[in-house]
Nanobody
C-alpha cells in the first residue's frame, strides 16, 4: 500500500553535488527505517545509507564524509545529499522503507557522474 518515489537524479560532473529525495504515499505505519541503495551496471545492489526512526544514521564506507542522509520534516521526505561526487557513484539509486509487516521500494533514479 506504500508507494515510494525518488527524485533529484541527473547528470553531474565529478566533484559536483546532487540531492535525492524519497517521498512516500499511501498509508504507512511504524516506519522503522529508510535506506538508500544503489546499483551500478554489472554490480550488485549496494546499501548506501540508512536512517532509523530515532534518527540514527549509517553509511557505506565508500560514501562516508561525502553523503548525508536526513529527514526533511517540512517536506516529509528522506533526502540524500551527495557531495564530492565521483564517477564510481554512477548508479541507479533506490529508496527503501520498511515498517511493521511491510517493505517498499521505489522505482529508482539515475545518477550519472562524468569524469
Amino acid at each position: 500500500q506504500v508507494q515510494l518515489a525518488e527524485s533529484g537524479g541527473g547528470l553531474v560532473q565529478a566533484g559536483g553535488s546532487l540531492r535525492l529525495s524519497c517521498a512516500a504515499s499511501g498509508r504507512a505505519f511504524s516506519i522503522t527505517a529508510t535506506g538508500w541503495y544503489r546499483q551500478a551496471p554489472g554490480k550488485q545492489l549496494e546499501l548506501v545509507a540508512t536512517i532509523t526512526r530515532d534518527g540514527t544514521t549509517n553509511y557505506a564506507d565508500s560514501v562516508k564524509g561525502r553523503f548525508t542522509i536526513s529527514r526533511d520534516n517540512a517536506k516529509s521526505t528522506v533526502d540524500l545529499q551527495m557531495n564530492s561526487l565521483k564517477p564510481e557513484d554512477t548508479a541507479v539509486y533506490y529508496c527503501h522503507k520498511y515498517g511493521l509487516g511491510w517493505s517498499s521500494w521505489g522505482q529508482g533514479t539515475q545518477v550519472t557522474v562524468s569524469s
